[in-house]
Structure formats: structure tokens, C-alpha cells
């Protein structure tokens, strides 16, 4: 698969073997996302520390299991479980507007996730390392331990700011990209299509044999060719896509596409 980069644009093969740019996020927008989701977790390992051993007065001695059960664990899975159910975004991604995508194109598979997730290995000091102490120590030692965390993480804040796609070591491994998902786009650019026509008629129910990521597809190659006004890639597409649903017609491709659009948006919304 073939990849071109400039600047902060990156090209993703489809597909349909159709080239969509994505904004690659800036290495701080990253940067940022971390601390963010950083300083979540240290305000919940410290409300948690202080609702066991000072709210309930619970003796750390003997609730160590009921510790890691219900700060380590949570914290621990915090990137994995956020990014799975939030379509690629933390909290800390969320708010700065980016997200995990798949080199591939698309959201990353479950195994992609576990991969990102599991290199983040130098955070592991930090979410263990301060159960062995007690209540008493525990508070004094979150601080040690952020800043050791931070310290062992500036290896990950070299690779993402030398590597062409600021990718850190999950990434590389994965084969994921964190992307800007607030662009020039506006509603019209997405897959949705207002389709109210009381007497609307479908021209093309194939179109429902087509999977979600080829419609974005689709949608994506027809907003570009509208934008620059090259409508070759509407030519290879629509091509493909009459081959792919055994569809003769002798609409132009552009306006072949629009229809497929407006068809899947009809259907889909009264499925």
C-alpha cells in the first residue's frame, strides 16, 4: 500500500485504490491529549485514595486487592476501553479534536487497539507503583511517581516528534495514525443527504450491499473531485462500483455516485 506524505497531509489508499487525505494531529494537539487524560487519572486515583482511607476508613493493609480492583485496574484500562467505545478518542482526544485511524483507512481493529494500548508500558510504574505503600505514604508518592512517568515518557515524546506521521511506539506497531478531526468540512461533506421527497425513487438498491466504509469512501471521492475539480477519481470509482453491483447505467459518474448517495441515505433511514 502507498503512502504520500506533505507536511501535515496524509494519503490513505482505499478501498477502491482512491487516495483520502487526512490531517495528521500536530505533535502538542497530542502532547496535550496526554496531559489532559493524565490529569484525570491523577484526580481519580487521588478522590478514590480519598474516599477508601479517609472517607470510609478503610485499613490499607488489608483492602490492597479492593485498591488495585477499583483505582489500579480502571486507570489501567482507561486508553483501551475510552478509544473503543468513543470510535478512536479519550477524553483527552476528544477535547482536542483528534483520533486514532487505521493505516488502513477506517476505525482500527480491536487488535490494533490492544497494540497502542499495551506499549504504553512506561505508565505501568505509575498506575502499580504506589499501592505498596500505605494510606498514610500513598498521597506523598503519587506526585514521585508522576514525575517518574513523565520522565520515562519523553522517549515516547522523541519518537512522536521525529517520526513523519507524529507516531509514537503504539502506533509504529499498530499501524494506527492520530488524526485532526475538526477540518474544513462542513454537514454537506459527510455521508448525510436530506432526502424528504414524498415520491422519491430509488434507482439503485445495491447500494445497500455496499459497506458503511465504502460509502464513506464514495462520499469522500465526490467531495474532493467537487473541491478541485478533478473527477478522475469519480471515474474509477464509479467503475468499480457498477462492476462491484452488476449496474449498467449511462448516468455520469459524478452524477451516478450522487444518486448511490442519495439512495443509501433514503433506504438506510428507513430500514
Known sequence: MYFAYLMSIIQINTAFNIDLEFDV????KRLLAYIIDFVLMIIYLWSMKSLMYYGFNLDFETNMGLDILLISIPMLFYSLLTELWM????IGKKIMAIRVI????????????ILRWITK?????????????DSQRAFAYIFS?????GLLGIAVVIIIAVTKKNQRLG????????VNTKTQLTIDDTIFMEVNKADYKVMF????????RDINTIKGVVTQANKSGNYDMCNRVAMKVKDVLKINTEMHPDQFLDKLLEDYNYLATRE
Request: aromatic share 24%.
Open 121 to 133: 508500558f512506561f505508565e505501568w510504574p505509575f498506575l502499580f507503583g504506589y499501592i505498596f505503600f
Open 87 to 90: 470510535n478512536g478518542q479519550t
Open 145 to 149: 511517581y508522576a514525575f517518574f512517568t
Open 25 to 28: 494531529a500536530e505533535f502538542h
Open 205 to 212: 438498491p445495491s447500494v445497500m450491499r455496499l459497506s458503511d
Open 102 to 113: 487505521s493505516l488502513e483507512g477506517g476505525e482500527p481493529t480491536l487488535g490494533q487497539y
Open 171 to 178: 502506533d509504529l506497531a499498530a499501524g494506527t495514525v492520530v
